[in-house]
């Protein structure tokens, strides 16, 4: 890991292409700046072979912009067109837009509206917290499935086969911290008694 951006993970079923290419979008997405080659490829711990053949084809494709002046690349604003209407529909849903309006009026905290994306939880849309000091994440964020209280209350909905099929997926994954299924269980039945999930420290620091 470099500059908080996470190389491609070697992950059985993915093709290596296709992971790196991901990888390069996502680590525009956490810079927000231009960057080169050299520096995609180091952070990425690609071969600088491969970062470069790479990015000349997104730049042909038409995802990736090249600055000569400065040999730096930027992705094009056909990237962020590729996911709009998804992202335009949901907004557009009058129904979810009335629920997070009204416990947001209710709470004043960030509320937000979270898909299931992999093995990762990704907030859609956010209405911000009216309060002084109050959670700033953006839209488009990744929590962590298992990890995150978003997380936790979307598994606590599924049934048991679902679950246990999550569980032993995720674990095959390498690099990852092994999920136990008694302390999911747990978990679970917590979410059950209480009608909702709580998790601290668990994205963010001093957040919960």
């Known amino acids: 890991m470099n500059d908080g951006v996470e190389k491609p993970p070697e992950t059985a079923g993915v093709i290596k ?4 290419t991901l990888a390069v979008l ?3 997405q956490n810079w927000k700046r231009p960057a080169g080659a050299r520096e995609i490829a180091r952070t990425l711990e690609m071969p600088r072979s491969s970062a470069n053949a790479l990015l000349a084809s997104l730049v042909t494709l038409g995802y ?3 600055e000569p002046k400065n040999a730096t690349y930027f992705p094009t604003l056909k990237v962020g067109l590729l996911g709009d209407w998804l992202i335009g529909s949901i907004r557009r849903d009058r129904a979810l837009s009335s629920i997070l309006q009204e416990i ?3 709470t004043g905290e960030t509320v937000s509206l979270v898909m299931r994306t992999g093995f990762d939880m990704q907030l859609v ?4 917290s009216t309060f002084p000091i109050a959670l700033n994440i953006e839209e488009g964020a990744l929590a962590p499935l298992f990890e995150s209280a978003v997380g ?3 598994i606590a909905a599924q049934n048991i086969g679902e679950i ?8 095959k994954r390498p690099g990852v911290t092994q999920v136990a299924p008694l302390d999911l269980k747990k978990r679970i039945s917590e979410v059950a008694a209480k009608g909702s999930a709580v998790a601290y420290v668990k994205v963010l ?4």
């Open 64 to 66: 990736l912009w090249f």
């Open 205 to 208: 620091p001093d957040t919960g």
């Open 104 to 106: 947001s009026a209710a």
């Open 26 to 28: 996502e680590a525009f």
């Open 17 to 20: 292409s296709a992971s790196r």
């Open 152 to 154: 936790i209350a979307w």
């Open 125 to 128: 849309t956010i209405v911000p």
């Open 164 to 171: 246990e099929d999550l569980v032993v997926a995720h674990n």
